[in-house]
């Protein structure tokens, strides 16, 4: 030992070392974000937990310690874990869960950039708080769109780009996940669904709308058969629980009790004071960054931030061609990377984030401050803080302003540049899976039948065994390393939301979407038939992809991704209670090219 010469071993160190360490530290303990106080989870005493910053090609290494009474785990969602699936955090799949006591090290290789978070990846405690940001900074020599948006001030954007401040925009609820999914059981209804606050970066309130806000802005698409039923949405704005026997389908009503929810589920509301997040801007900056993160659990949201235009330069950690809008259409899961022109007069603006999900009428306000405006300093943190900007969005997220046009949705962006990547022009295999509750409200599937989540606690997690002998129909699609595989998500009945589906692994293409039924094999077919569904030149390249909400009728989805990474991925839809009622499916990437999973993991 003492004969291998010094200069080797540093060598050596340099070559595995890790260039970015990371303990999450995971307990549950009381903690009040939005002024109502409850057991929830922080990490390193932190809620939202820590940002995590890595230079993209460091390993990144993150040992999760769980100081919690449950099992847990941690996903880094939207990293490929390339090489390395079993630092893909999700239990039953890539690992046995972290039990209380026990810890687990994350190692995974950045060779991707942008914006990225954690999350927990175990039963609903994303609902509990478990989450933080991801920022990885691009390397130089990357190419990118920021002479689009303002020429002579690259250099500018630059900076700002480096300083880019996370933005979690998430939505609270008052009962813990496992009460919650308990109230579900007893109830025989998807109670789930009323939330109690939004939160941006942990911070927020309960504001209750008053009647007529309420009565205004209720859906017109609900609000006929509320009338009829003599029902209004609730005090909480939340669609009104008897209405949930006459919305469910034939059978889906039977052992619905609808008194075994408290009346804090979905009626009653108690204002709270909360607190406000308040985002700082140098006006000497000029730019501002900002990484908009949807970890929420439930609620899809407008957002916008006032008399201020975002610039969208880079989706799900991925450079796109710059788009100016005015508001941004927020799914489960989705970044968003914006900059904001520091150039209007020194104020407090809004910061404004709206459910538009047809079941709750819900919406919070947050501070875009610049520093040092006259009175900035020498107010009450009330008083500075007063917003008199003029909104882009109202209550529900629709554009308010005459001029206003441009709200960005999931689908409407483009690659930068725009050569790569590229989709192969044919798969090689496609699947087509049926969305669909089975037989109640809370029970989904994403393949015809439900996924149980029971699985999470398996001994041998799918990655630890050998792909061949999985057989699970329905819940594993198998393909093989090198190839092109097209997913058509299919919704088949009237009334769902819209289903932003995320898959772990590597990124992918949206081909195409549309309303009514998808009669076709494959999107080569259904593109001939159809072409202006399709976009298969210059598609968006994401690692979320939403379904067209099934209003009246049904909806389809295609997307298309190549298998360069074998490994056992988690396909499955970002809002908590769909993935608690189980619509997710495994995809067993490259069943040919298994990986062997290091022993230090198996053991
Ligand atoms: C609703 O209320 C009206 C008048 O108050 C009454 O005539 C009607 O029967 C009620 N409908 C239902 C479904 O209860
Ligand atoms: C603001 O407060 C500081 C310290 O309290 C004081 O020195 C300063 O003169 C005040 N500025 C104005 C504009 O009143
Ligand atoms: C909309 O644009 C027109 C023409 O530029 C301008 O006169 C008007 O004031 C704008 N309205 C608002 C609300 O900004
Ligand atoms: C798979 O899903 C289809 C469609 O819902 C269903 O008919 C079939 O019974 C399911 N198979 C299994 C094994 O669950
Ligand atoms: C935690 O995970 C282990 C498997 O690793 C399982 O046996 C146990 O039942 C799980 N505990 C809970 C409370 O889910
Ligand atoms: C798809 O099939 C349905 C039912 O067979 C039919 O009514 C519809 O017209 C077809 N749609 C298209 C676009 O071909
Ligand atoms: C899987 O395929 C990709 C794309 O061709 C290739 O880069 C990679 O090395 C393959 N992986 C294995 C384990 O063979
Ligand atoms: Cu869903």
């Not at 610039?311 to 927020?330: F, N, Q, R």
């Not at 899961?333 to 009428?361: E, H, M, N």
């Not at 988690?570 to 499916?585: A, D, F, R, T």
Request: net charge negative; proline share 8%; aromatic share 10%.
């Amino acid at each position: 030992m003492l004969s291998i010469p010094a200069v080797l071993l540093s060598l050596a160190a340099v070559a595995f070392s890790t260039s970015c360490q990371n303990t999450l530290e995971l307990t549950w303990e009381r903690g009040a974000p939005d002024g109502f106080e409850r057991d929830m989870i922080f990490i390193n005493g932190q809620f939202p937990g820590p940002t995590i910053e890595a230079n993209q090609d460091d390993w990144v290494e993150i040992t999760v310690v769980n100081k919690m009474p449950f099992n847990t785990s941690i996903h880094a969602h939207g990293i490929e874990q390339l090489n390395t699936p079993w630092a893909d955090g999700v239990p039953g799949f890539t690992q046995r869960p972290i039990q209380p006591g026990e810890s687990y090290t994350y190692k995974w290789h950045a060779h991707q950039y942008g914006s990225y978070f954690y999350h927990a990846h175990s039963r609903g405690q994303i609902e509990d708080g478990c989450y933080g940001p991801i920022i990885i900074k691009p390397k130089s020599g990357i190419t990118k769109p920021f002479d689009k948006i303002a020429p002579a001030e690259v250099e500018l954007l630059e900076a700002a780009e480096s300083k880019v401040t996370p933005l979690v925009v998430s939505d609270w609820r008052h009962t813990g996940s496992k009460h919650t999914w308990d109230l579900q059981l007893a109830s025989g209804i998807e109670s789930s669904i009323c939330m109690d606050s939004i939160l941006l970066n942990g911070k927020g309130a309960v504001n209750c709308w008053s009647r007529e806000d309420i009565s205004a802005f209720t859906s017109p698409a609900i609000a006929p058969l509320l009338k009829e039923l003599n029902l209004t949405m609730t005090d909480k704005g939340c669609l009104p629980p008897k209405i949930f026997p006459v919305l469910l389908a034939d059978g889906q009503a039977t052992g619905v009790n609808i008194d075994a929810l408290p009346k804090e589920v979905f009626e009653t509301c108690t204002p709270t004071e909360g607190s406000v997040e308040v985002i700082k801007a140098n006006p000497g900056d000029k730019w501002l960054a900002l990484d908009i993160i949807s970890a929420a659990g439930i609620d899809t949201f407008a957002f916008s931030i006032d008399e201020h235009p975002m610039w969208v330069y880079a989706v799900d950690g991925h450079y796109i061609e710059p788009l100016e809008v005015e508001a941004l259409s927020l799914v489960n899961g989705d970044r968003y990377s914006v900059f904001i022109r520091l150039d209007k007069t020194p104020a407090s603006y809004g910061i404004r984030v709206a459910s538009v999900a047809l079941a709750q009428l819900l919406d919070t306000t947050a501070v875009l401050a610049y520093e040092g405006y006259e009175g900035y300093q020498n107010t009450t943190e009330e008083e500075t803080y007063t917003i008199s900007s003029t909104p882009y969005i109202n209550k529900i997220g629709a554009l308010i302003s005459e001029n206003s046009t441009t709200i960005l949705d999931h689908v409407g962006v483009t690659s930068f540049p725009p050569q790569f990547p590229q989709p192969a022009p044919e798969a090689d295999q496609t699947y087509v899976l049926t969305l669909q509750t089975v037989g109640n409200s809370y029970t989904w599937a994403l393949n015809g039948t439900p996924f149980d989540n029971n699985h999470e606690d398996v001994e041998t997690p799918f990655l630890y065994q050998d792909p061949n002998t999985i057989s699970l129909p329905n819940h594993t699609l198998t393909t093989k390393n090198n190839t092109w595989v097209d997913i058509v998500f299919t919704v088949p009945t009237p009334g769902q939301p819209p289903h932003p589906i995320h898959k772990h692994g590597n990124k992918g293409f949206i081909l195409g979407a549309g309303e009514g039924p998808f009669n076709w094999t494959s999107v080569a077919q259904a593109s001939a038939a159809i072409p202006e569904a399709f976009n298969l030149v210059a598609p968006a390249y994401r690692d979320g992809f939403v379904t067209p909400p099934s209003a009246t009728g049904p909806t389809w989805l295609a997307i298309r991704y190549h298998v360069t990474n074998p490994g056992a991925f988690l396909l499955h839809c970002h809002i908590q209670s769909h993935l608690n009622g189980g619509m997710s499916v495994a995809i067993l990437d490259g069943v040919d090219e298994w990986p062997e999973v290091p022993s230090q993991y198996r053991n």
